[in-house]
């Protein structure tokens, strides 16, 4: 089967850094996205990974191992609007999107 | 940027009516998706459509049904409501892309549907 694990809930204080894992077993791989929704709103994307390593986009980073079937989403200098879920999706080999059930993250002051 | 509108961000049905979730999106996209996102579950393809007139099963498209008349609009049909299809609905489109595709998904606002 196709799965898509990352922990529910996380929480994490303001101006911290957080670690959000995502490990994955797909019907092949072609990219890895994290997307973010806020309570009551559309997912938006925030990052792609096809090969491996990390790619940095400001105060969000992601990193990919293709052969552990792992990555993560870095948050550095945690701000309270970062309070959201952040959801793992993997495009398998046929282009098809698998998502992950999310993880809610909090941040408190 | 890419707009994906649904029509309705909150509906109330009863068992046994058909609904009708309307999809439209502004970025002429030939790839849409509709999703149904549960507790604990993720988000769930219901089925999508690469093309005008087109349309494939996703994961879970029992008691659901699709129309893709025009580019622009996606629309999900529940043929017969249960009370198990309460949930929330997610439409997403996007660009086709060639060989590793980057192209992200743009998802609607979502409609929230209950069904009494």
């Known amino acids: 089967g196709q799965n898509i694990d990352q922990p529910t809930e996380m929480t994490a204080t303001e101006g911290a850094i957080v670690q959000i894992n995502c490990t994955y077993q797909t019907s092949g791989f072609n990219g890895l996205f994290w997307y973010q929704q806020h309570a009551g709103e559309a997912p938006t994307f925030l990052s792609y990974?096809?090969?491996?390593g990390l790619e940095e986009k400001g105060r969000f980073s992601s990193f990919l191992s293709r052969s552990k079937g792992y990555s993560y989403l870095l948050l550095k200098e945690l701000q309270m609007k970062d309070s959201a879920s952040y959801l793992c999706a993997v495009r398998d080999r046929n282009n098809d999107m698998r998502f992950g059930a999310g993880t809610r993250l909090t941040v408190k002051p | 940027d890419v707009k994906v509108t649904q029509s309705s961000r909150y509906l109330v049905k009863r068992t046994g009516e058909k609904v009708f979730l309307e999809c439209v999106q502004d970025m002429d996209h030939e790839n849409m998706f509709w999703y149904r996102q549960d507790p604990g579950l993720g988000l769930r393809l219901i089925y999508f459509s690469y093309d005008v007139k087109m349309k494939e099963k996703g994961d879970i498209p029992e008691g659901y049904s699709v129309s893709r008349e025009k580019k622009e609009r996606f629309s999900l049909i529940l043929e017969s409501a249960s009370t198990n299809q309460t949930s929330m609905y997610l439409c997403?489109?996007?660009?086709?892309?060639?060989?590793?595709?980057?192209?992200?998904?743009?998802f609607g606002d979502g409609t929230r549907l209950s069904i009494l």
């Open positions: 997403a489109s996007r660009k086709p892309g060639t060989g590793v595709s980057h192209q992200p998904q743009h």
């Open positions: 990974n096809v090969l491996d």
